[in-house]
């Protein structure tokens, strides 16, 4: 595994692989047991949006494998006065031995690999949050202890996670349900993708529908960063998709809640339903720092 720049370009083998190794060193780490796989490496880490998750995971992380982190805000690189990528790509390969990029663009994360010379990953971009999907099903085979023919469901906008939930989910062998109003849908690219899954995913606009014998909810906020001007056009095209006791009265009994956070209590999720399962939620928080070393050691050790 080279780089990490979207779910689409994991095999299922690679993903189970890379959670395999998220659990060793979630236990090694438990049991101050070193694993400084990374010893004398450094990851440059690029923040165009805003983080608190990413950038304190990551930099733990690189600490705790060894290595070290070094966080270059757009602020701070000619990329964010014009330099070309390509250029900044070219660069930073000569002094860094892997770069995590959190940014707007798509393009932006296959250019950095196209030029650079290193390993690049993904810390989130508009299309696609491979990180937090990784962590997200780390923590299912945690808690339900497979991931193959559990039920996934999805309500709320058809984003970024939406996107890599769909992919991972499929892949490790997941029925996945996506429930989003129509003007809000996944990524044309994703929903072709499904095709080859036939009857495993369906999406509809009705929640209870997509909630029904689920194993795990997912959900996320209705406007995420960079949408805050159609905050108030999202709450209305999002009203009622929602996980609250309804709907989780539809899922199985024992059903997981999980949010990639932040979360907005009363919008996207109930606070009850929040408090009742913060417990997996922020499982998967923590998640996020162990399933992250093991795509570090997987493309740079």
């Keep these: 595994m080279k780089h990490l720049l979207k779910m689409l370009d994991l095999s299922k083998e690679e993903i189970i692989d890379i959670l395999n190794l998220a659990d060793q060193l979630k236990y090694e780490q438990k049991n101050g047991i070193a694993h400084r796989h990374l010893e004398g490496k450094t990851l440059g880490m690029i923040f165009q949006k805003s983080s608190t998750r990413t ?4 930099e ?3 600490y705790q494998l060894g290595g070290q982190a070094l966080f270059l805000s757009n602020r701070d690189l000619q990329i964010g006065r014009g330099e070309p990528v390509q250029d900044t790509a070219r660069v930073l390969s000569r002094y860094l031995d892997g770069i995590m990029i959190r940014t707007f663009e798509q393009k932006e994360v ?8 290193i390993p690049i990953i993904n810390g989130l971009t508009d299309f696609c949050h491979p990180c937090q999907v990784l962590a997200d099903l780390m923590t299912i085979r945690e808690h339900k202890g497979r ?16 996107n890599s939930l769909i992919v991972g989910g499929l892949k490790v062998g997941m029925d996945v349900a996506i429930a989003c109003p129509d003007d809000y849908q996944p990524d044309a690219k994703v929903l072709e993708f499904t095709k080859e899954y036939g009857d495993k995913f369906t999406m509809t606009a009705d929640v209870l529908e997509a909630a029904k014998d689920a194993d795990v909810l997912f959900t996320d906020v209705w406007a995420s960063m960079g949408q805050e001007g159609e905050a108030e056009k999202r709450k209305l095209a999002f009203a009622g998709y929602q996980i609250n006791d309804e709907v989780m009265a539809v899922a199985h009994a024992d059903a997981m809640v999980q949010h990639c956070l932040p979360a907005h209590r009363e919008e996207e ?3 009850k339903v929040f408090e009742a399962h913060a417990d997996e939620i922020f499982d998967e928080a923590e998640n996020r720092l162990h399933a992250q070393k093991a795509v570090l050691v997987k493309v740079m050790a």
């Design 60 to 62: 733990t992380g690189m």
């Design 147 to 162: 991931l193959e023919g559990l039920k996934m469901c999805y309500i709320g906008d058809g984003n970024n996670m939406a």
């Design 269 to 271: 999720i109930t606070a």
């Design 110 to 117: 296959e250019d950095l690999a196209e030029y650079g010379s």
């Design 55 to 58: 950038r304190v995971s990551f």
